[in-house]
């Protein structure tokens, strides 16, 4: 089992709509979770860190779920530029090193 | 605003040659990684530094080589270039402190012949 799993997608979605990506964990351990956006042949770049409590950055809202070892992403209202592959990062031990990457949910918003 | 600079966008090599990515931070980062992205894969960690002279292994270091002699700059060494180390290669940094955060370069795209 990956330690972390996401959904590849690609998700294809009509703008304006609100879309949905979860990921799953392995290690009960974590400690810290990041949403990456990637744009094609582009790095990543830091979307949003995701918090206990779950927080909102204007239409994007991360939620984390330990007892059931998944974080969300949430995007309302989507726009044509929000087409781009998440990457879901969980950091297990706040390790220096030990950073796992999902492989990415690849969304397309259609106009 | 932060910055992580890969010298090399895109760089085509043939079967043998010693091949170097270079990267520079200019945040004052202790930590500096390089990955390779691959489809399908996701990233993966070559190799790992968390200080000047000092490195890690990651997941897949074979064929690989780092140097780290300026806190500054991270550099990637392939000894001798193979056709399956074409891919994708991504240096990131970040700070020791506050949020674990990782800033990337734009990445170097080798294809090895």
């Known amino acids: 089992r990956k330690e972390v799993e996401q959904d590849p997608g690609p998700f294809n979605v009509p703008e304006g709509a609100t879309v949905a990506f979860n990921c799953t964990y392995s290690?009960?351990?974590?400690?810290?979770f990041f949403w990456y956006r990637q744009d094609c042949r582009k790095e990543p770049k830091l979307l949003m860190s995701?918090?206990?409590s779950g927080n909102e950055d204007g239409r994007f809202t991360a939620q984390l779920n330990r007892a059931s070892q998944y974080i969300s992403l949430l995007i309302r209202d989507s726009k044509l530029s929000d087409s781009a592959t998440y990457l879901c990062?969980?950091?297990?031990?706040?390790?220096?090193?030990?950073?796992?990457f999902g492989s990415g949910t690849r969304l397309s918003i259609r106009p | 605003d932060v910055k992580v600079t890969q010298s090399s966008r895109y760089l085509v090599k043939r079967t043998g040659e010693k091949v170097f990515l270079e990267c520079v931070q200019d945040?004052?980062?202790?930590?500096m990684f390089w990955y390779r992205q691959d489809p399908g894969l996701g990233l993966r960690l070559i190799y790992f530094?968390?200080?000047?002279?000092?490195?890690e292994k990651g997941d897949i270091p074979e064929g690989y080589s780092v140097s780290r002699e300026k806190k500054e700059r991270f550099s990637l060494i392939l000894e001798s270039a193979s056709t399956n180390q074409t891919s994708m290669y991504l240096c990131?940094?970040?700070?020791?402190?506050?949020?674990?955060?990782?800033?990337f370069g734009a990445g170097s795209r080798l294809t090895v012949l």
């Open positions: 990131a940094s970040r700070g020791v402190t506050g949020a674990n955060v990782l800033t």
């Open positions: 995701v918090y206990s």
């Open positions: 530094s968390y200080d000047v002279k000092m490195k």
């Open positions: 945040m004052d980062h202790e930590n």
């Open positions: 990062v969980v950091n297990p031990y706040s390790s220096a090193s030990k950073i796992i």
């Open positions: 290690n009960s351990a974590s400690q810290s």
